[in-house]
C-alpha cells in the first residue's frame, strides 16, 4: 500500500542553524501539508500546498519557515534559522483532493539545542 | 476560531470492555477525522466522515452535526487498542485539520 514517507527520522540541531525536511508524499496526491507536534501537546497544522504554491499557512509559518516541491516527487519544509521552541515532532501529510483523507508520514523529530 | 475538545483525556479499560471517546467542537465542519497515535509517534487515519455513522471491524464512529459532536466506539476492546485517539476536524472550504488534545487508552489484560 502506498505510503507516505519523511527523512531523516531524527533531527539534532544547533540553535540558528538551518535543517530541510523532508517528504515524499503519496504519488497521485495532489494536496501536500505540513503539521508539528510539540512534545505533550496536540497536532498543529503549519502549511498546505496545492499547484505549486502555498494555499494556507497558520501563524506558527512565519518568514523562517519555506516549503518547496522541487521535483515530482519530493516535498520539502526549511526552517533557515532554526530556534529552541522549533523542537517538535513535524509530520507530513498528503491527500488526493482538498476534501479527501489525509495520510501522514512517520513523522521527523527534530530537536534544537 | 474553532477548538475541538475530547473526552475523556485518559482511559484505563480492560481487555474487552466497550470503549467511547468523545469530540466537540465549537464552529461548522465539512468533515471530522479520528485519528490514532501510536507511542513511536505515528498518525494514522480511521475514519473521516461529514454525517451519520461509519464502521471498520470494532470501531465505529459517528457523528451529530446539529450538536457539533462525534464519538468513536471500540467493542471488546484489546491491548493493541493502546494509543492516543484524537479527533480533527475541517471546516468550511480549507483543508487544514484542527486536531484536539487526544485521548490516551490503555488497555489491559
Known amino acids: 500500500e502506498p505510503e507516505v514517507t519523511q527523512t531523516p527520522s531524527h533531527q539534532v540541531t544547533q540553535m540558528g542553524q538551518e535543517v530541510i525536511l523532508r517528504c515524499v508524499p503519496i504519488s497521485n496526491h495532489l494536496y501536500f501539508y505540513w503539521y508539528r507536534q510539540i512534545l505533550g501537546q496536540k497536532v498543529e497544522f503549519l502549511v498546505s500546498?496545492?499547484?505549486?504554491?502555498?494555499?494556507?499557512k497558520s501563524e506558527i509559518f512565519d518568514d523562517q519557515f519555506s516549503v518547496e516541491r522541487p521535483d515530482g516527487s519530493n516535498f520539502t519544509l526549511k526552517i533557515r534559522s532554526t530556534k529552541l521552541e522549533d523542537s517538535a515532532m513535524y509530520f507530513c501529510a498528503s491527500s488526493q483532493g482538498g476534501k479527501e483523507t489525509q495520510y501522514f508520514g512517520p513523522g521527523t523529530r527534530l530537536l534544537v539545542l | 476560531k474553532n477548538e475541538v475538545e475530547q473526552s475523556p483525556q485518559n482511559l484505563t479499560a480492560q481487555e474487552g470492555e466497550f470503549i467511547t471517546i468523545n469530540c466537540s467542537y465549537s464552529?461548522?465542519?465539512?468533515?471530522l477525522h479520528w485519528l490514532q497515535q501510536h507511542p513511536g509517534g505515528g498518525i494514522v487515519s480511521l475514519f473521516m466522515?461529514?454525517?451519520g455513522k461509519k464502521k471498520h471491524g470494532r470501531l465505529i464512529a459517528t457523528i451529530n452535526i446539529q450538536e457539533k459532536h462525534s464519538s468513536l466506539h471500540i467493542t471488546a476492546s484489546h491491548p493493541r487498542d493502546s494509543a492516543v485517539y484524537i479527533c480533527?476536524?475541517?471546516?468550511?472550504?480549507?483543508?487544514?485539520?484542527?486536531f484536539g488534545t487526544g485521548t490516551r487508552l490503555q488497555v489491559t489484560l
Open positions: 480533527a476536524v475541517r471546516a468550511g472550504t480549507a483543508s487544514k485539520l484542527t
Open positions: 500546498f496545492y499547484n505549486n504554491e502555498i494555499s494556507e
Open positions: 464552529v461548522g465542519i465539512s468533515a
Open positions: 466522515l461529514s454525517s
